[in-house]
């Protein structure tokens, strides 16, 4: 099976803090994903990216950052955290590969800023 | 751009009965993939089912089925003999056949499912 696993699944931070949210998958997996999610909102495209350093802004790219350095690993960044971004945050895997294209999601990390 | 619209915020349905959440989506596109995902409160969100849309015919997974009309842009999922670990977020979602490599997901708002015992 397809394992996405994000590092944290809680965190509290402080308003302008650094804040990395990590994700890692085991399946080899061209494209990852950070979504961000909000009550009455819905699942939100923070950034994508289809290979090794690679990345494309999605839909809400501001006051984040990410990072894949390796193919497995795909890093959310905030460089300053705000209370507005408290919020759950959802990444996923993809492989071109597989017919379909079944996106796997993590588990979430729920940040708060306090 | 392509939008997902989940009219219903919130259904209940009876442990055993039958229920049918609905979607509906605007593209240009005539080729491209429906998706139902479910979130129950652990968080995880679990690929319920997959719809291509040069398939005419219906997706099924053992309770969960699809009624897919292309022209009217519909997408609902129905799901049968509803049980009690039925109960959580579904998202209904739309993606564009895969370009360049890149491909995203975008997604409805969700609708919370409660199954009442």
């Known amino acids: 099976d397809v394992k996405v696993t994000q590092s944290s699944r809680y965190l509290v931070k402080r308003t302008g803090e650094k804040v990395f949210l990590e994700c890692v998958q085991d399946?080899?997996?061209?494209?990852m994903f950070w979504y961000r999610q909000d009550p009455g909102l819905g699942l939100r495209l923070i950034y994508f990216?289809?290979?090794?350093?690679?990345?494309e802004k999605g839909d809400i790219p501001e006051g984040y950052s990410v990072s894949r350095e390796k193919k497995e690993r795909f890093s959310l960044i905030l460089e300053s955290a705000s209370t507005n971004q408290t919020s759950m945050y959802l990444c996923?895997?993809?492989?071109?590969?597989?017919?379909?294209?079944?996106?796997?999601f993590g588990e979430g990390s729920w940040l708060t800023v306090v | 751009a392509q939008t997902v619209t989940q009219s219903q915020p919130e259904m209940s349905v009876q442990e055993a009965e039958t229920v049918t959440l609905s979607c509906t989506y605007d593209?240009?596109?005539?080729?491209?993939?429906l998706f139902w995902y479910k979130q129950p409160p652990s968080r995880q969100m679990i690929l319920v089912i997959r719809?291509?849309?040069?398939?005419?015919q219906n997706a099924t997974e053992n309770r969960f089925s699809v009624n897919f009309q292309k022209a009217a842009k519909s997408f609902s999922l129905k799901i049968s003999d509803s049980q009690l670990g039925d109960a959580a977020m579904y998202f209904c979602a739309y993606r564009s056949p895969t370009q360049g490599g890149s491909e995203k997901l975008v997604f409805g708002k969700g609708t919370k499912l409660t199954v009442n015992p």
């Open positions: 399946m080899d997996h061209e494209n």
């Open positions: 719809q291509e849309a040069y398939k005419q």
């Open positions: 996923a895997s993809s492989s071109d590969r597989v017919p379909g294209n079944t996106i796997y």
């Open positions: 593209t240009s596109e005539s080729d491209y993939y």
């Open positions: 990216s289809y290979d090794v350093k690679m990345k």
